[in-house]
């Protein structure tokens, strides 16, 4: 049944690459001049990665992980869009960059890339498309050095209780939730004015404490956890920016955002 909803997904993914290239939230010509697509929590939270080599589990076409090469990291990205990756190359070598990427399921990334890494990364709308986090930390786990870093940068499972289809938004869906969630609309996170399309996905709601139990499960230790306020992109309904240019809730009942640090340690 999974790969029906892989299958699905990756088809929405592959249509949203050329609209998100396109649009004002990923700022491509700015990209391309030297601006980097990283933001504030994962710059502050990862600030010496030169020389390292750094895993970006679902990089989308690559920003991200061009902009950590930028930075001095040797990087390597994944991706189950096969034009997301396709695009990453090709910005890759636009760009006299030396990163590598590969088109695989997240849950196939140990038949595609063997090496250890002093770091994995992975952020903003990435877990969701999982549904067994054992298995992904496992791999995350598999892919560390020994004392190497898993940093994660995601938005708060809060966040994805509400159905936005729906104005305004509805609390619909549980904290932590196996069971699949369909939605179909029209459109995609990031317009570029122009285009429109069906959005198409199968997700699953994951709790944090899924998500730490997974990663203590496969060996990982936690060296934090932080939860945050303020989200550095606006994708969600009724956002105010504030004074950092970052995008909270008008009440600030609940976090938008949390980070996780966790370190393989040596045995």
Request: glycine share 6%; with cysteine.
């Amino acid at each position: 049944m999974n790969d029906n909803y892989f299958k699905t997904n990756k088809e929405t993914w592959n249509q949203k690459v050329a609209i998100h290239a396109k649009s004002e939230m990923y700022a491509m010509e700015a990209f391309k001049l030297g601006a980097t697509s990283l933001m504030k929590y994962e710059l502050a939270s990862l600030p010496d990665i030169q020389g390292k080599s750094l895993l970006h589990l679902q990089c989308h076409f690559g920003q991200d992980t061009l902009s950590w090469a930028r930075m001095g990291a040797k990087c390597t990205g994944i991706d189950l869009s096969d034009e997301a990756i396709k695009l990453a190359r090709s910005l890759n070598e636009e760009l006299s960059l030396d990163a590598q990427f590969h088109c695989c399921n997240l849950y196939d990334v140990n038949t595609h890339v063997t090496d250890t890494f002093d770091i994995v990364f992975t952020s903003y709308g990435v877990i969701g498309w999982l549904p067994n986090l054992h298995e992904w930390a496992q791999i995350i786990a598999s892919r560390l050095k020994e004392g190497g870093t898993f940093y994660m940068v995601e938005f708060h499972p809060i966040v994805w209780m509400f159905d936005y289809l729906q104005t305004p938004p509805k609390l619909a869906y549980a904290y932590s939730q196996e069971e699949v969630i369909y939605e179909e609309y029209e459109g995609t996170y990031a317009e570029d004015g122009e285009t429109t399309m069906i959005s198409k996905e199968y997700a699953w709601n994951h709790g944090l404490g899924d998500v730490i139990n997974a990663l203590i499960s496969a060996g990982l230790t936690i060296e934090f956890l932080t939860e945050h306020d303020a989200s550095p992109y606006n994708v969600l309904p009724n956002l105010t920016q504030n004074k950092e240019g970052l995008y909270e809730t008008k009440d600030q009942l609940y976090p938008l955002i949390y980070e996780l640090k966790a370190i393989k340690k040596p045995r």
